[in-house]
């Protein structure tokens, strides 16, 4: 079938949206100092960063994952206003400033705080940890998961959780054997994007956790700090950032594509 | 034991069901859309609550209107129109879901799964994938993944639907085969799959179960229940004599013989007639070589542009589809003799 053809006045704009999209990116990746590039990242402050993003960004994916899924799960299938205001508030922090979401969190967990002072008579001292870094991350991240994820659930019309129940699986073998596997292409990619939105935190991060070398101090918040003394550090780590976010990119487009065709 | 005893109710389907399937039995259920024949099937299956009443399979109450078992600890296979296989296991392990979930050791629940496919014959299949089969062999598998739990109940909601004539000719021998012996209910609009499988009819209109009896009765003088209820053809019972079929009064009917269930000299047989290849005549007409059969009008049923004339052959029962002008023209009425006509490329002859 021949579509009937777009406007052709369509491709300026379009054209115009796709150039300002690239000049930024292109821009960066112009000025990098690639003969200096690995003795920009080999510094001591670049390095516990770089390990500190990667630690902490692994650990907040893994927290989205365990309480993220289930609440997706749980979601999908439940209806009537207290799932409606359920669904708002699994998505809110995607479109929260931020530094909002950090005062949010500092206002209920931070030493003084309610929830946090109870805390911190067990022991456990949130605020300014790398533990804090975790928290902010899993907070502003775990609604791309949770999105993700419960979206796919929804709008997979096939009933093979009754198949699966007429054939004497319970419930949790369906979850695990049959909804799971099925939903396995908007988890990864949910995942995907969680780690990336992780990867990126700033605001939330430097309101809660603080900005410690070694300890809260991610990469986002070194390019920050680099970038008035020494441009071109925060560019090289920038550059690692865009190269992590590029795998992520084609790793959530190739599994989106999947989907598709398993459908 | 696994006799089926359904007695209840759902007030928000309008629906009230009372029906017994004795253990072992094949039940055929026929009924016009909307009459509450899923909702039959729901009901055995816990996919539906009664309002009133009860699901009982032998002396267990499986529903009633206080406590529903969950589906998963029924032991009742659902096969419906769509086979559901799982997209993401091959054909073997989606045989081998229901032992598995049972809690067979994953090499008992694979053994199982290749005898289960064997007898449906798509044991060449196992390492395919569901999206790799077609229509036939999904259904197929589908019944062999049904079976594989040893169900005590096996429910069939239309599975021929959607399948082309080779295809559904093929899954209603393998059902035959697979089905005997087993308690199952057959929801099903075609008179052919009533003859071939089940042993018993129960006929459904209005939310109501009308009539239950043994299917070769209701086949050979079906009620008007349940041939107004039934969609394809309808069919004469004889013997097979010289190709043709032989009525009990000696008249013969040509047709062609069924590739899958062709009919045999000297043993029953039946001829399957669309409705709408009957004409209705007053005179007998001459000519080529035409089934002509003399015939009683029994009753007129008005659907959409058609009439639907229920005729009365010897003992037997016919329906044609006729217009209404021709019904007007002919001054049809109950107890008009009429000759019914019927090319013999349009008549199907099956044997048993």
Known sequence: MIRPPLPRWLALPAAFAAIFLAVPLVAMLVRVPWSRFPALLATSSSLDALWLSLRTCVASTAVCLVLGLPLAVVLSRSHGRLATAGRLLASLPMVLPPVVAGLALLVALGRRAWLGSRLSLLGVDLAFTTAAVVVAQTFVAMPYLVVTVEGALRSAQDDFDVVAATLGASPTTVLGRVTLPLAAPAIASGTALAFARALGEFGATLTFAGSLQGTTRTLPLEVYLVRETDTDAAIALSVVLVAIAVVLVAVTAVLGRRQQVRR | ?352
């Open chain 2, 1 to 352: 034991m696994s006799t089926v005893l359904v007695d209840a109710a759902v007030a928000s389907r309008g629906v009230a069901l009372e029906l017994a399937v004795p253990s072992g039995s094949v039940m055929a259920v026929v009924g016009p859309n909307g009459s509450g024949k899923t909702t039959l099937l729901h009901l055995v299956a816990g996919l539906l609550r009664p309002t009133e009443g009860l699901v009982r399979v032998g002396d267990l109450v499986l529903s009633d209107a206080r406590r529903v078992a969950p589906t998963h600890r029924r032991r009742v296979a659902l096969l419906t129109q769509r086979s559901a296989l799982f997209p993401h296991l091959s054909v073997l392990d989606n045989v081998a879901f229901a032992p598995r979930a049972a809690g067979a050791t994953r090499e008992a629940a694979r053994e199982r799964a290749v005898a289960e496919l064997t007898g449906v014959g798509c044991e060449a299949l196992a390492g395919r994938a569901a999206h790799e089969l077609s229509g036939g062999q999904a259904q197929r598998v589908a019944i062999a993944r049904a079976l594989a739990g040893d169900p005590r109940v096996v429910l069939l909601d239309e599975p021929m639907v959607g399948l082309d004539i080779g295809a559904a000719a093929e899954l209603r021998g393998i059902l035959a085969d697979r089905l005997r012996g087993r308690t199952s209910l057959l929801v099903t609009h075609e008179a052919l799959d009533v003859w071939t499988i089940a042993d018993r009819v129960a006929v459904i209109g209005g939310g109501r179960v009308l009539e239950t009896g043994p299917a070769d009765d209701l086949l050979v003088r079906p009620t008007s229940h349940f041939l107004a209820q039934l969609g394809g053809l309808t069919l004469l019972a004889g013997v097979g004599r010289g190709g043709d079929l032989e009525l009990a009064d000696g008249r013969h009917v040509q047709g062609l013989s069924d590739e899958a269930q062709p009919l045999h000299e000297g043993r029953p047989g039946l001829a399957g007639i669309p409705p709408e290849a009957v004409s209705l005549h007053l005179e007998p007409p001459g000519g080529s070589p035409r089934n002509a059969l003399p015939a009683v009008v029994q009753s007129l049923e008005p659907r959409g542009p058609v009439v639907r004339v229920l005729l009365d052959v010897g003992e037997q029962r016919l329906a044609a589809d006729v217009t209404s002008q021709s019904v007007a023209g002919m001054g049809l009425g109950p107890g008009s003799a009429v000759w019914a006509v019927v090319k013999a490329v349009q008549v199907r002859l099956y044997g048993r």
